[in-house]
């Protein structure tokens, strides 16, 4: 089993920053992509940013520029460092992880998300 850790959210005021935080840990062979989603109330879960294990990175459209994406194949970890905030960026963030498992598996993970809240 592979579990997702997130941490980093928090009460912030519009164009401020902000970095999230995410460990992966248990049965892992190795990690393919990882990646950060975000759930607004009465929303989609959407796509925020990916990183890919040759660290080839994909953002969506409203937060290039904003955002980065990175990780640390050594910790199993995956950042986000979120900048110039805005208060559409407010929704809960979600890590993901495709992961080879010890066993053989190959799965998709997801953390518990975390809470981001951007005032105006």
């Known amino acids: 089993q592979v579990q997702l850790v997130e941490s980093g959210g928090g009460l912030v005021q519009a164009g401020g920053s902000l970095r999230l935080s995410c460990a992966a840990s248990g049965s892992i062979f190795r990690i393919n992509a990882m990646g950060w989603y975000r759930q607004a109330p009465g929303k989609q879960r959407e796509l925020v940013a990916s990183?890919?294990?040759?660290?080839?990175?994909n953002y969506a459209d409203s937060v290039k520029g904003r955002f980065t994406i990175s990780r640390d194949n050594a910790k199993n970890t995956v950042y986000l460092q979120m900048n110039s905030l805005k208060p559409e960026d407010t929704a809960v963030y979600y890590c993901?992880?495709?992961?080879?498992?010890?066993?053989?598996?190959?799965?998709?993970?997801w953390g518990q998300g975390t809470q981001v809240t951007v005032s105006s």
């Open positions: 990183i890919t294990s040759g660290d080839r990175t």
């Open positions: 993901n992880a495709v992961v080879n498992t010890r066993v053989g598996v190959i799965g998709n993970y």
